[in-house]
């Protein structure tokens, strides 16, 4: 293909390319054209319609607004006319009121009338009544002077003549009515009485075993002896130091005596040495080991014994001093009597005793428990003090209630009695110590110091009868009245007293009554 041809091929394709584009712009021009009139058209008819609408809206509108106010202006009236009501009726009311006002203070005017008239004549009748009552005094004196007159008797002779025949006749009458009531009482106390001392024992179980506080130390043979005493006596003293007990060794065979008025620390002092013959160490330093081991030993089985008896007994917040006083008291005996089985058996007997009477039964278990732990002092000084008043006073120290304290304290009659626990509480211990198998005495000696007792007052002039009763612990002296006086019967119980206090040796105290008897007897025929 040559030159020209590609000219005229190129030529040809650039004219239709031009010529395509003026074509192309020719039509797009005229859709422009068309568009553009399309849209005028179109937004003539929207605001065309928009005014419409804008008239249409603007015609609802003003139809509301008229319809509110319209309901504005109706309310409006309406408020109006309720105020208008309301104003009526408060007009009304306070007319009402006026009217109502102007009537009470016509009554208030009546009333007051009436009150003036009645106290005018309330006036009038009370100087009336004072002239009356004059006038009455006056016949009233008159009438007293002429009945003296008559009589020969003032009005107050009379009057005191009239009060003494009442009083001699109800004293008349109480005397009868107090003699039937003691006639009627002691029909029946002493059965009634005997009732409940029979059930209670009954309700009792107690067991009959005596158990003694250990004071001898028996050994296999007498040369265990030697080892305890050491060398130079140096273990004996050792284990009397360390527990405060004397150690008597004597010719004795096969027994050692252990003496100390604690039977706690005799106690210690028996185990301790029980100990050392047992693992056959005996020298100082060993000593003072077990010594200290035992008495930890003790002190904690004390406390639980004490523990374990209240615990039993149903007996709540004693003093933890008190519950070890108690647990002391398995290491004390009276008349080879446990003290602890003692207190608890008499515990028991005064809480069914109590039951029975309509008492309380715990407060009197508490103190039944409680009654004998003065007998076991903590020092020498407190020995010198009766047991009862030393139980009292712990009792007091501790926190106990008075009817408690009272019972501990007057149950051997130390001091007076007033509260009904106290003679629960005596007789209880009467009970318990008198029982067959409780206590252990030698019957010889006990009868004999009963007739010692008795015969120290004879000794005495103007004795007539001499009784020793509660097992020893009372003297009961009757005198001749005609040799003996009231004064002379006073100096004779503090003589028999002095005499018995020098002269014998007893437990605890004995008191000394001394009973002057004067007798008027006449035959009626």
Not at 243 to 248: A, H, K, L, P, Y
Not at 290 to 318: F, N
Not at 376 to 398: F, N
């Amino acid at each position: 293909m040559d030159t020209n041809t590609i000219l005229m091929i190129v030529g040809g394709v650039v004219l239709g390319l031009i010529i395509g584009y003026i074509i192309a712009k020719s039509l797009e021009k005229g859709n422009a054209s068309k568009l553009i009139n399309g849209a005028q058209k179109e937004a003539d008819s929207i605001l065309k319609q928009a005014k419409k609408d804008g008239e249409s809206i603007k015609k609802d509108k003003m139809l509301q607004a008229k319809e509110k106010f319209l309901e504005l202006k109706s309310e409006h009236e309406k408020v109006i006319l309720s105020r208008d009501k309301k104003m009526a009726e408060s007009e009304k009311r306070t007319r009402d009121k006026e009217s109502q006002v102007s009537s009470e203070l016509a009554k208030n005017k009546k009333s007051n009338q009436s009150l003036d008239d009645k106290l005018k004549d309330y006036n009038f009748r009370v100087e009336f009544l004072d002239k009356k009552k004059e006038e009455v005094e006056k016949a009233h004196k008159s009438q007293i002077r002429q009945l003296e007159v008559i009589s020969g008797l003032s009005a107050e002779d009379a009057k005191s003549e009239l009060v003494e025949s009442l009083k001699s006749e109800a004293k008349t009458d109480a005397m009868s009515y107090i003699q039937k009531a003691m006639e009627e009482a002691k029909l029946t106390a002493q059965q009634d009485a005997k009732k409940i001392i029979l059930n209670t024992i009954q309700r009792i179980g107690t067991e009959e075993a005596i158990d003694n506080c250990v004071s001898v130390f028996n050994i296999e043979s007498d040369d265990v002896k030697g080892r305890i005493i050491g060398r130079e006596g140096r273990n004996i003293r050792a284990i009397e130091a360390a527990t405060g007990v004397e150690i008597i060794v004597d010719d004795t065979p096969e027994a050692i005596i252990l003496s100390c008025f604690d039977s706690v620390r005799r106690e210690v002092a028996r185990l301790s040495l029980h100990k050392l013959v047992t693992d056959g160490r005996i020298h100082p330093a060993r000593i003072e080991e077990i010594v200290q081991k035992t008495q930890k030993q003790i002190e904690q089985e004390i406390a639980e014994v004490g523990k374990r008896t209240v615990i039993d007994l149903g007996i709540h917040g004693l003093h933890p001093e008190l519950i070890k006083m108690i647990g002391r008291m398995k290491y004390r005996s009276s008349y080879g009597q446990n003290l602890l089985q003692h207190s608890r058996e008499v515990a028991k007997l005064c809480g069914v005793m109590a039951a029975e009477l309509g008492l309380n039964p715990k407060l009197a278990k508490r103190a039944g428990l409680l009654h004998d732990i003065g007998k076991v002092p903590s020092s020498e000084a407190d020995m010198e003090t009766p047991h009862a008043i030393l139980g009292m006073q712990w009792a007091e120290k501790h926190g106990e209630k008075a009817e408690v304290c009272n019972a501990i304290g007057a149950h051997h009659d130390e001091i007076e009695m007033t509260t009904l626990l106290a003679p629960i509480v005596q007789v209880c211990d009467a009970i318990s110590g008198a029982r067959p198998g409780a206590r252990r005495q030698v019957l010889d000696s006990y009868i004999q110091r009963l007739k010692d007792l008795e015969e120290v007052a004879f000794g005495f002039s103007g004795v007539n009868k001499a009784y020793a009763i509660q097992a020893g612990r009372e003297l009961r002296v009757m005198v001749e009245s005609e040799k003996v006086s009231d004064e002379q019967a006073a100096n004779l119980s503090f003589e028999i007293s002095q005499k018995i206090q020098t002269d014998m040796t007893y437990p605890g105290q004995v008191k000394v009554t001394v009973i002057r008897e004067t007798r008027a007897v006449n035959i009626a025929k």
